[in-house]
């Protein structure tokens, strides 16, 4: 009780002093001469401190020219500039939820809010999540998407083709806000969710009481962020799914004021959840206007406020040099835009898709038929071998049948297969069949697709294991954190075998191309590295599927898809542009800091001049 009186007391105080700076403030922005007004509040007692803690709604202009000074006290050096930054954003923030940070249902205690409270009020967040549910109801089952019956294509203003985007919501958790991830009978705030500024300082927090990461959580702290801002400024904001929270605001119309000043990107350590075309329009290394921003400073939070999860769960409410050769910048950044708009064109229509599957399908059932083929012809040589064991024989014999049934089958689905196909799709599969080269290219594409995606199932799995700030704080979940562990080390030697399978594939089709054995213009896909495997950076060579796509076979092929130090290039050009950036965004941000010091040390001196009453200088002073 004791504390809690002291935290009072402090609290008055604090609101006391602001009370006074504030008045000063507003004198000084409006260029007039001292008010009496802080003459009135001395000598200090405890109705003056009363007097002075509520808020002093001053009048503002309708059109708003700088930023809240709630914002430029949470953080100086991004809002309190008086000049604007043209180079880049005029901030960058980043967005995240942490669901360690519970509350467990119990009576509450009486209402008691911190006046210097960061937390979006919870009728905020409720209008948000009624506004979201009546624009867009929740469907009773999930949509499946179904790409080769589908025509492929970009939604509204979106630079990511709908395929990729179904693609990184069905990856993420955190996409589906269905999913539950803490239960609501138990807790009553299930987690929490953060917007922090450039230098990791908590703008709002909001209190989550839903099972699972929706989106008006999101919508309710960029809102609260406009709301304060000039309406010039330009806003980068970083979120694990950014991807598919621009995607409801294209399609729904949500905020839908803010978007045109919003430019979306993907947290850097989340990047590998999403597709390369994802990341080639949201990874902010690939964005310009980032700088060197990684929008994981919410996870930093996370882990500083790590020790009080158990307190407030009861309590109240590498990089690569730039080969410059004869290579301009400016060549390198148009080669990064046509590798940007090749990796991001939309899927073919369904009657193309559906022709190549059933090709596919052909080529595959006529591999299953020539290995049945091999099999009888095996089992055969067994029975008619005169050295053979009577048990040989024996289980020979009694496999054959079984075997002649299946390729039976095979052949007749082969054999229909083959005649759906049409003229011109006989003329590609005969073509197709006869090639060894397309053939291991098939098998290499398929490869790299399922280590893909075992790799970022592996690094799901693993992210539990690397936070710091999700450690177990009990035995069961203890346990649960070292049986995770050691199944995830029991399949890298399953993914390290499948590498090695693709890398064999990718040395074979280097050598068909050396004997002539290969279509024209042929490129063989790059191998792997071992030492990258586990990664999954934005440019490893994992993402990248140069070589293993049939429509590259053309005669005027781009330098970036034929060249590897081109590629290397861009990837040192891009580096550099947001280092560039960086640069820019430390100078206005000491400018800013600057700006800031002066007029802070200007409005104290005023208050001091203005004020008699030492007790009140004495806390100025402090």
Known sequence: MALRWYNALQQATTSFVDSILDISRQELLEGAKPNSTLTSLLPVTSQSIEDCTGEHNHDRPSKRTRTEDYLRSRCPVCFGGKSDFTEGFSVIVCIDACFTQKHNKQPRDPKHTHPKSVFVSPEEVDTWRNFVEEVRPRRSS??????????????????????????????????????????????????????????????????????????????????????????????????????????????????????????????????????WACQCVYHPRKCIGFGLSDGEGCERFWHSISKLIAYLRVCGGGQKDVLWSMWEPQDLREQWESQKHAATRPLPRKSRSAAKTGIEEALRLRKARDTLCDSIKNLENIIIDGASEPYEIAEAEMELPNLRERLDKVQKHLVSKERALGVEGKNRYNHLASSPFITDRMNARALKLRLRQR????????????????????????????????????????????????????????????????????????????????????????????????????????????????????????????????????????????EWHSEEWTIVNMAIAAIQGMSTICLLYL
């Open 142 to 275: 999930p949509a499946k998407h179904t790409p080769e019956t589908e025509e492929d294509g970009f939604e509204g203003m979106m630079k990511v083709p709908k395929s990729v985007l179904d693609i990184c919501q069905d990856s993420f958790t955190a996409a589906d806000g269905n999913r539950e991830k803490a239960s609501t009978q138990f807790f009553d705030s299930i987690a929490l969710m953060a917007l922090l500024c450039h230098h990791d300082r908590v703008l709002w927090l909001a209190d989550m009481t839903t099972a699972g990461e929706r989106q008006h959580y999101v919508f309710a702290l960029i809102s609260k962020l406009f709301e304060q801002l000039p309406s010039h400024y330009m806003v980068g904001i970083l979120y694990d799914i950014a991807c598919a929270v621009e995607r409801s605001c294209v399609n729904w119309g949500f905020l839908d004021e803010y978007v045109p000043r919003i430019t979306f990107a993907i947290s850097v350590f989340h990047a590998f959840g999403h597709g």
């Open 455 to 594: 790799l970022q199932a592996r690094k799901f799995e693993r992210d539990r294991l690397e936070r710091t700030f999700r450690r177990q704080i009990n035995t069961s979940e203890r346990k649960l954190h070292n049986h995770t562990e050691d199944l995830v080390k029991r399949r890298d030697h399953g993914i390290q075998s499948l590498a090695q399978r693709y890398n064999k594939l990718c040395e074979q089709m280097v050598n068909h191309i050396s004997l002539g054995r290969a279509p024209a213009n042929a490129i063989a896909p790059r191998p792997i590295p071992t030492k990258e495997l586990f990664s999954l950076d934005v440019d490893d060579s994992i993402w990248d599927d140069i070589g293993l796509d049939e429509s590259e076979q053309t005669t005027d092929l781009p330098l970036w898809l034929v060249d590897e130090g081109v590629r290397m290039e861009i990837q040192g050009i891009l580096l550099r542009d947001r280092c560039d950036e960086e640069l820019q965004q430390l100078r206005y941000e000491l400018k800013s800091l600057a």
